[in-house]
């Protein structure tokens, strides 16, 4: 197991990617396009492969902010129900990114404090 620790939380880190890179609820996007997102941006355990971040996505749609629209051994597809904003959280002082009639609640999991 790695010592590695992300300078920003990883589940930031993807809100971060959809929201500059897929914040847009006509089109879709995977799991996969956001993971290597993830690793160009080199704040990652180099050691993590696509399927050490399902949980998060899984956290993404649990949220209501996208929908799992199918699904090809590791690959998720996935589509916005509403486009997302940017936040800031006060609490831990991280930049974060919602949808808009997602529960305004930090979604970093050290935090999750109200916005």
């Known amino acids: 197991m790695?010592?590695?620790i992300p300078k920003v939380p990883i589940e930031?880190?993807?809100r971060r990617i959809i929201y500059?890179?897929?914040n847009d609820i006509d089109a879709n996007?995977?799991?996969d396009q956001v993971f290597e997102a993830l690793e160009s941006g080199g704040d990652l355990d180099p050691l993590w492969i696509v399927d050490d971040t399902e949980s998060f996505?899984?956290?993404i749609c649990d949220s209501?902010?996208?929908r799992n629209i199918a699904q090809n051994?590791?690959?998720i597809y996935?589509?916005?129900f509403e486009p997302m904003q940017e936040f800031h959280c006060d609490a831990c002082r991280y930049d974060i990114c919602l949808g808009v009639a997602e529960e305004k609640r930090c979604p970093n999991s050290a935090c999750n404090s109200l916005i």
Request: aromatic residues 20%; proline residues 0%; charged residues 20%.
């Open 2 to 4: 790695s010592d590695f």
């Open 12 to 14: 930031l880190q993807i």
């Open 20 to 22: 500059e890179k897929f």
């Open 29 to 31: 996007f995977t799991n």
């Open 57 to 59: 996505f899984n956290k």
């Open 64 to 66: 209501g902010l996208a």
């Open 73 to 75: 051994f590791t690959t």
């Open 78 to 80: 996935l589509k916005l």
